[in-house]
């Protein structure tokens, strides 16, 4: 069974930066399309951003230009590199299979502050 295990948020000042991590047990990880999500409270799960197995990348309009998604397939990582952070950035951020395959994991806390 494919576990996902996120890590990387915290606490930032608006303007700042944060790299998050996700690695994927299982030995098929690089056959996989992945995503990032988020989720601030009191709404619903969104897809911030895409990476194929060939790292074409695609983001949501609201990160266009300040987030990057990587992938290390020897690692079984995906990364997401977020620059400036708005306090609207602040959410639980999650990875998964583009399709939300597998199970979600636990997430990590990215919280902006003004």
């Known amino acids: 069974q494919v576990q996902l295990v996120e890590s990387g948020g915290g606490l930032v000042q608006a303007g700042g930066s944060l790299r998050l991590s996700c690695v994927v047990s299982?030995?098929?990880?690089?056959?996989?399309?992945m995503g990032w999500y988020r989720q601030a409270p009191g709404k619903q799960r969104e897809l911030v951003g895409t990476?194929?197995?060939?790292?074409?990348?695609n983001y949501a309009d609201s990160v266009k230009g300040r987030f990057a998604i990587s992938r290390d397939n020897a690692r079984n990582t995906v990364y997401l590199q977020m620059n400036s952070l708005k306090p609207e950035d602040t959410a639980v951020y999650y990875c998964?299979?583009?399709?939300?395959?597998?199970?979600w994991g636990q997430g990590t806390q990215v919280t902006v502050s003004s």
């Open positions: 990476i194929t197995t060939n790292r074409v990348t």
């Open positions: 299982g030995s098929f990880f690089s056959l996989y399309d």
């Open positions: 998964n299979e583009v399709r939300g395959y597998f199970d």
